[in-house]
């Protein structure tokens, strides 16, 4: 199989994928209500193209921001898009006011169309020079040009298609250069992977502005040309029902959506449904093995970010709980020295004795792999591009045989007792107690350094004065992982990309509304204020 870093002698355009299903006369677009065909999707692009060069000609970057939900507007868009030369600008509807302003302006934004639940974002903001349009007037446009001609402007791999925005946990979004190639190729490599071809049916309900479901999603099934169902916004109880409604094959997901499906009341006939792959990453190993048995489908869970300038292979003789074997040119280097960490060195329980050595933050030594760059943003890029390596901001280790552990963000570093501690080994423990469905591991302040706190969603028969006992057990937790305070919520912060917002919970601390248990001694006992 091929890397996501090897990088083709000829790139790959969307335009290219796009023009292949202009004659093909299977569906290629469903929705709950209507069905296109690929023909007439590739039509309906076209008519989008004339629309975007008769707006956006002239000087300035042809920049169209979407603040839409998985309608099929989004869809014929980026066909539009690749078609004219135009640039798809994904907006985040869970911004608001000047930030919202403020990713307009960052990606010159020259139109934005949004639909009536978002419209109202738009008022009182200073758009100036910015053209905005309903859904409604937008289709009212396009209709003029029914039956334009299809004539794709030139565009090679390096040629920029969108900007996908990050999501914002550490700070203000960055915008992320998504160009021909960086959506073409992952979709190609994708269908080819799981041998996915037009009986198949690719279901999106992951938001269309993020880089999953537009890499993982959107581009598998044009490259397979397979039916693309769309899915307005995620829903937990309609996914099965969607499967099935829809014939879905492969779906993509990012985060937690598995756990939430899980959390629907199991039935007998579960597995009886069409879905054969469902692709993704940040996917916990307890949530994968569940889903795959509960569903029976194949559940993969890849590593990658919106950047896309680290690979990671999983393999079939992968260990439980590493992300898969490095690619060559991707190290594990100390922020601090830029030197190769050591290996992480573990005990017969599995625990990582070396953490403070081994971990480090992983790094394409090669140069910046899929990584184009972020929008209007130059000190973020020399972040990211230090003397030619591609720094991806991700911690991680590796055991003697090369298979990488993810260790959490960098924002996620811990010093606790003069000692580097990642969250995600700890988050991956907390996960194994039966009664924890979420865990958020972050730093809060103590006497010296961090303590370690975690937020955790439960179900109801969980004991917060058993968990004691049960960390106890766990021979891979060493003592300085043990979380100090733990915080029960009835639902974690994210973003609308399931992401979670661990800096609120930091800055709320010990003191949160919420329920807090702080651990004394062997056991916890309940914080009071």
Known sequence: MSSPLDRPEVMPTVTELLLARADDGGPGLRTADREWTWAEHVRRSAEHAALLRELLAGDAPPHIGVLLDNVPEFSFLLGGAALSGAVVVGLNPTRR?????????????????????YAPLLDGLDLSGVHVFSLE???????????AELDP?????????????????????????????????????????????????????????????????????????????????????????????????????????????LATPPKADDADNPLRVVYGNEGNQRDITRFAE??????????????????????????QGALGRVTDGVAVLDPDTGKPCPPADFDSAGRLLNGDEAIGELV??????????YYGAPEADAQRMREGMYWSGDLGYLDADGFCYFAGRSGDWLRVDG????????????????????????????????????????????????????????????????PRHVRLVAELPRTSTHKVLKRELAAEGVRASDPVWSRCGDTYEPRTL
């Open 153 to 261: 402007v030139p565009a090679t791999g390096e040629d920029l298609l969108a900007l996908v925005f990050t999501s914002g946990t550490g700070g203000d979004p960055k915008a992320v250069r998504c160009t021909h190639a960086k959506i073409a190729f992952p979709g190609r490599m994708l269908a080819e992977r799981f041998g996915l071809g037009g009986e198949d049916v690719t279901y999106i309900s992951m938001p269309l502005f993020h880089s999953n479901a537009l890499m993982a999603g959107w581009s598998v099934g044009l490259a397979a040309g397979a039916t693309l169902a769309l899915r307005p916004k995620f829903s937990a109880s309609g996914f099965l029902p969607d499967v099935r409604r829809f014939g879905a094959t492969y779906a993509n997901y990012v985060g937690t959506p598995l756990s939430y499906v």
């Open 294 to 319: 509960r569903f029976g489908c194949h559940v993969v869970d890849g590593f990658g970010s919106s950047e896309g300038g680290i690979a990671v292979t999983r393999t079939p003789d992968t260990p």
């Open 419 to 482: 000692e580097n501690l990642g969250t995600a080994p700890i988050e991956r423990v907390l996960l194994r107690h039966p009664h924890i469905r979420e865990a958020a591991v972050y730093a809060v302040p103590a006497e010296v350094g961090d303590a370690v706190m975690a937020a955790i969603t439960t179900t109801d028969d969980f004991d917060p004065a058993g968990l004691a006992g049960f960390l106890g057990a766990q021979g891979d937790l060493g003592p300085k992982q043990w």
């Open 97 to 117: 006011g000047t930030a919202l302003e403020r990713d307009i302006r960052l990606a010159d934004c020259r139109v934005v169309l949004a639909d009536a639940a």
């Open 137 to 147: 007037s937008w289709r009212a446009e396009v209709a003029r040009h029914a039956g």
């Open 364 to 373: 394409n030594t090669t140069g910046p792999g899929w990584f184009a760059g």
